[in-house]
């Protein structure tokens, strides 16, 4: 039984599922619609009773979370924790409030992750375009199938287009077309990439597009489609009703109203500029899609292990010696004895990609490595996962003074070491088991080597010269036994 818990700019939802062989049923909903968006002040940060109303929510949602036997549970969140300039102040008060851990992902994750629960759905193998607006951003995924082809973000959402557009809920003609006239200049680079020649069906993921197709068949407009016909045809209704305290109509509940109405503008601005005609409203997305990746993680198809394969290869890394480094690290890493088993998936992928950066320069390449991980668009990976591994990789070699404060985590520390001894061991050509060689880490380093290493390896005198020196330069002493 798995929980996706999604903290959106327009609301907070919750879903828990349970696979039951060939899909996910849901067994319990819910959702608060906070707004948390419209709470960031002139200055991009969240606002006091924003942060308070959020924490009151998650709190909530601890206790409904606390009543089910969940094996897995993943609480993500989007643009408006993305772009809020004190969210690391928020972060940790939320992540108590809920009791696990929050990942802020990027725009292209929440892209992937929207795509996934639309595919769940949908069992034809059709070329499709899926569009998702939220209260922050929206996001486009051109699919075959099950798989994603391109994915993108842009920070054009309900919430910026109702504050900008529609103030004090005002709405009229000049204002409307001012709204998808914005719209369409975010949209620009996608009418290539997104033609309609690269797709059979396009679809509409969000709690937005929901609301509009619900609109437009309970009012009877047009044909009931989400046509562009008719979208323009709910827009003029809309116009009409001049302020979005009269507006009257089934399907909506008021508090939905603004969001509808910025949301529109941005649908219609996205039809118009990439040219399509119509499209169908599901209802599936980000939550869905979260429940069936943890269900993919527990059936050890986690996509991280193919994003960072496809990274590797990418960048021309050796994939010998990558493989070989990162099968040392992880026994070592078990050698060493960490009190969680947590690390280790994240030491084997940074492991992998130790190297990426020789394609930029020989020099410092273990910088640019670090770099390129915890920049790049790495599907299946958080931001944090991101950062952590690129603070792996730049340990990798060299002094440990970069990463000081981080090796008071005694687990990251083993893991630092593990990679450094299975780099240092590739390094010296030494291409053998190294299940015998014995390494533990408490309030000193020690390890033990064989003899006959040294002297067939004449450089690996070197490199633990090289190691004991950095460690000891952060505290650490290292003690070096040689075996017969």
Not at 217 to 227: E, L, R, V, W
Not at 323 to 330: D, I
Request: hydrophobic share 45%; glycine share 8%; proline share 3%.
């Amino acid at each position: 039984m798995f929980a996706a818990v999604d903290l959106g700019s327009n609301s907070f939802r919750l879903h828990i599922g349970t696979h039951d062989g060939e899909s996910i049923r849901i067994l319990k909903t819910a959702r608060d619609p906070i707004r948390l968006g419209a709470g960031l002040d002139k200055d991009g940060n969240l606002t006091p009773q924003a942060m308070q109303t959020a924490l009151s929510c998650l709190r909530n949602f601890r206790a409904i979370l606390s009543e089910f036997p969940l094996d897995a549970v993943r609480v993500v969140a989007t643009n408006t924790l993305r772009i809020a300039r004190n969210a690391a102040e928020f972060l940790p008060h939320a992540e108590e409030a809920i009791g696990y851990p929050i990942e802020i992902i990027s725009g292209e994750e929440e892209g992937r992750l929207i795509y996934m629960g639309v595919a769940s759905t949908l069992a034809s193998k059709e070329r499709r375009l899926v569009i998702d607006i939220g209260g922050g951003s929206t996001e486009l995924i051109l699919g075959h199938g099950a798989e994603i082809v391109h994915v993108d973000s842009y920070g054009v959402g309900t919430v910026r287009q109702s504050e900008t557009f529609f103030p004090g809920g005002r709405i009229d003609a000049a204002s409307y077309d001012a709204a998808i006239l914005a719209a369409r200049t975010y949209f620009e680079d996608a009418a290539t990439p997104y033609h309609p020649k690269h797709w059979n069906a396009a679809y509409g993921s969000s709690g937005t597009m929901r609301a509009i197709s619900d609109v437009i068949a309970k009012n009877a407009i047009g044909d009931g489609s989400m046509s562009l016909h008719n979208l323009e045809a709910l827009k003029n209704m809309l116009i009409g009703f001049g302020h979005v305290g009269k507006i009257n109509l089934l399907g909506i509940k008021p508090e939905r109203v603004i969001v509808m109405i910025g949301g529109l503008s941005v649908l219609i601005g996205v039809m118009q500029e990439i040219g399509v005609p119509s499209m169908t409203a599901v209802d599936a997305g980000l939550r869905m899609g979260v429940l069936w990746d943890l269900q993919l993680r527990a059936t050890r198809r986690d996509r991280r292990d193919q994003s960072a394969h496809e990274f590797m290869r990418r960048f021309q890394a050796d994939e010998g010696r990558a493989v070989r480094v990162a099968n040392t690290a992880a026994t070592l890493f078990q050698q060493l004895r960490p009190e969680f088993d947590v690390y280790a998936r994240y030491l084997y992928w940074s492991s992998l990609l130790h190297e990426i950066g020789l394609t930029v320069s020989h020099t410092g390449f273990h910088k640019h490595s670090a770099y390129m991980v915890e920049n790049a668009d790495l599907p299946g990976f958080t931001t944090r996962e991101q950062h952590f591994m690129s603070m792996l990789i730049v340990a990798q070699k060299g002094n440990l003074r970069k990463v000081g404060e981080a090796l008071h985590d005694p687990d990251f520390a083993k893991a630092v070491l593990a990679l450094r001894l299975a780099a240092m061991l590739m390094h010296s050509r030494i291409d053998a088991d190294v299940s015998h060689l014995r390494v533990k880490m408490k309030n000193r380093i020690e390890l033990e080597i064989d003899n006959a290493w040294l002297s067939e390896h004449r450089t690996l005198s070197y490199w633990l010269d090289k190691e004991r020196g950095a460690w000891n330069e952060v505290g650490m002493e290292f003690n070096v036994k040689v075996s017969a």
